[in-house]
């Protein structure tokens, strides 16, 4: 009699960046459940101990800065990494007058936090011909947000980034993925406020499910892992009727100033 097939992430060693709720909480559980060892870190030492806690034997919190984490997370996973979800973000809201602090914040955790582990990744996965990158981007990266020019703006930039990592890196084993949902039922879905409420709260889903998204993605060989499949169809929109779809945009955006 067969036994269940083995996870192609069983020994696999895991890092999941902002893994103390939410995203990528959900991420840390699904890898840790496929068989890998999973480096759980977070800005919060409390918030990582107990998504480590909930896991068990295969996670290990690793407290600190997303930016700062790759050095001690690899050293924790024996001296190697294989899959790193660069999972943290900050929820920037603003428009264009928001202060130079809160654009320099976004930019730091959305975009330079990834390019920071990638230049320490990339080395050893190279010489590997092996090695995942897995970029929680947001449909805002694909599209945008209303009331976060930080927050889109910067989604944006993550995007491009691991665009640029898949197209020149793939043909040497590296792999990228980017996650882009709508809303999740998160802390940071109740941060967007009004915003997020007339935007994101109606389809929202739960963080579980965007873990299942990835990990069909992943056997599945693709780049882009859309939760919300109807994200496809805005993309699509945004790239081939650009007026139309900036005018139905401005819509909603009256609509929530009219709130």
């Known amino acids: 009699m067969k036994g269940d097939p083995v996870s192609a992430y069983q020994d696999q060693r895991v890092v999941v960046t902002g893994a103390g ?3 990528g909480a959900a991420l840390a559980h699904r890898f840790a459940a496929e068989g890998a060892t999973v480096v759980v870190n977070d800005l919060d030492p409390a918030k990582a101990a107990a998504v480590a806690a909930e896991i068990g034997a295969r996670a290990i919190p690793v407290p600190g800065d997303a930016s700062a984490v790759v050095a001690e997370a690899r050293e924790a996973l024996g001296g190697r990494v294989d899959v790193y979800c660069a999972n943290a973000g900050l929820a920037s809201g603003g428009d264009a007058f928001a202060d130079e602090a ?5 930019w730091d955790t959305n975009v330079m936090a990834h390019v920071r582990a990638a230049r320490l990744l990339l080395p050893d996965w190279l010489e590997r011909g092996s090695g995942c990158f897995v970029s929680t981007v947001s449909a805002a990266g694909l599209l945008t947000m209303i009331g976060a020019a930080p927050y889109s703006v910067t989604k944006h930039g993550a995007l491009a980034f691991a665009e640029w990592l898949s197209l020149t890196y793939r043909h040497r084993g590296v792999q990228v993925h980017a996650i882009c949902p709508q809303g999740v039922r998160t802390d940071m879905l109740t941060a967007a406020g ?5 935007v994101l709260a109606p389809t929202a889903i739960e963080p579980a499910a965007v873990a299942d998204a990835l990990f069909d993605g992943m056997e ?3 780049f882009l892992i859309l939760p919300h499949p109807e994200v496809a169809d805005y993309y699509a929109a945004r790239a081939t009727e650009p007026d139309r779809w900036l005018a139905g945009m401005n819509h909603l955006q009256q609509k929530w100033e009219a709130r």
């Open 102 to 106: 809160v654009w320099e914040a976004a």
């Open 220 to 222: 599945k060989g693709r």
């Open 194 to 198: 009004s915003a997020g409420e007339l």
């Open 21 to 23: 709720g939410g995203i």
